[in-house]
């Protein structure tokens, strides 16, 4: 398929590095393949410190995504020939008014059918989950079913994080034929390093993420088991990692000591510390999908990854051949980190088909294709 030639895009993402955060991240990412391959890009966003220094990118800050800022942007948009490309990174909850932010999605629908602009939105979230209680929080779930069933109609096509949310969206009228998984990709790029672990050093599993409350129960419940049965030491990487360790070693302080949490890192040195871990176990509170950048960057440096299966998890997971980690219950992630521990083998091959895998399904040249070649919708 002969992609088509570079033209200009407007990334509407509210975050942007320097600020931390999934879709920031993913946006810069986008924003530079697009550039690289000649495309002109602005990215207009909420993000006070947001700049990019990147040939091709223009940085375009907005107070917010609510009436002035919607004011601006449009002042902002006029200054380029129609129709415009914009491309809405869209998790609910960071467009403004606690996700609740409709007068956006009606924003959008002008763009499309006043402006004739050409709206793709990227839904990395579709919705709040309807809760038993408080029941406040259900009506932001029902907002936010109102806002995803009018961004389906304010979008010339629509791309998902991960092939869960097309079952959700028809439910809210998109039509399948409409919808293209857009693969994300791993934010720490792979540092060549010429020896990650010195020889005969004790073996060391490692967890990547951020420690957020829903996840701990499940972390740590698995690490006391991994260090009753063996002598592994723990690398806790990425942020909030030295607060989570603190916390064990106050519980368990007979294993403080083989505790390692550097806290807040550079990507380059994630990238090291990923590389010195025999296995990684990701459990995740609704299973590994292909939206958790965490494992995505595991699977990037070809790491023994052991995470869970769960209500989210996508049928490639299981379904590829030969596995690219080990996907079993959340109860027995700990038991198959132990077992691979002690199984070279296995863990080289597991390391050969992660990069494999990696490459092959999240690859720039994949999500470019689907990107810059996709049919409208």
């Known amino acids: ?22 879709v920031g991240d993913h946006s810069a990412l986008l924003a530079g393949e697009l550039a690289e391959r000649g ?16 040939p091709g990118i223009s940085v375009h800050r907005l107070p917010d995504f609510l009436s002035t800022g919607r004011r601006l942007l449009d002042r902002g948009l006029q200054e380029f020939a129609a129709p415009r490309t914009l491309f809405v990174q869209y998790t609910p909850q960071l467009y403004g008014l606690t996700g609740l932010n409709l ?15 050409d709206v793709r939105v990227n839904f990395h979230e579709v919705a709040f989950p309807w809760v038993p209680r408080p029941l406040k929080h ?7 079913r109102v806002m995803a069933a009018g961004l389906i109609q304010a979008a010339n096509r629509i791309y998902l994080s991960t092939p869960a949310w097309e079952q959700p969206l028809v439910r809210l009228g998109a039509r399948r034929d409409t919808m293209t998984w857009l693969p994300i990709m791993s934010n720490i790029p792979v540092v060549a390093l010429s020896n990650p672990r010195p020889h005969n050093a004790p073996p060391v599993v ?21 260090m009753q049965s063996t002598d592994s030491r723990i690398r806790l990487i990425g942020s909030g990692g030295d ?31 990923i590389q010195t871990c025999d296995v990684m176990i990701q459990p995740y509170v609704d299973g590994l999908n292909a939206r958790r950048g965490s494992a995505l960057a595991a699977l990037a440096h070809g790491a023994a990854v052991v995470t869970n299966v769960g209500a989210n998890t996508e049928s490639f997971w299981q379904t590829a051949d030969p596995p690219p980690l080990a996907l079993v219950p959340v109860e027995k992630v700990a038991a198959e980190a132990v077992a691979l521990l002690t199984d070279d083998a296995r863990r080289r091959k597991m390391s050969e088909c992660a990069r494999r895998f990696y490459n092959s399904t999240f690859s720039t040249q994949a999500r470019m294709d689907c990107l810059l070649n996709g049919a409208p919708a």
């Open 1 to 22: 398929m002969i992609a088509k030639p570079p033209s200009v895009w407007h990334l509407l993402s509210p975050d942007f590095p320097p600020k931390l955060g999934g």
């Open 39 to 54: 495309h002109e890009v602005h990215v207009w966003t909420s993000s006070a410190d947001a700049e990019s220094h990147t």
């Open 103 to 117: 007068p956006f999605v009606n924003w959008l629908l002008r763009r499309r059918y006043r402006h004739h602009d």
């Open 138 to 144: 259900n009506l932001i779930a029902a907002t936010n």
């Open 206 to 226: 490692g967890h990547f993420g951020t420690y957020g409350g829903f996840l701990a129960p499940l972390l740590q419940s698995s690490l006391k088991e991994i």
């Open 243 to 273: 607060a989570f360790a603190r916390d064990f070693s106050s519980a368990h302080p007979q294993w403080a000591g083989r505790l390692d949490a550097p806290g807040q890192q550079s990507a380059a040195a994630i990238s090291a510390a």
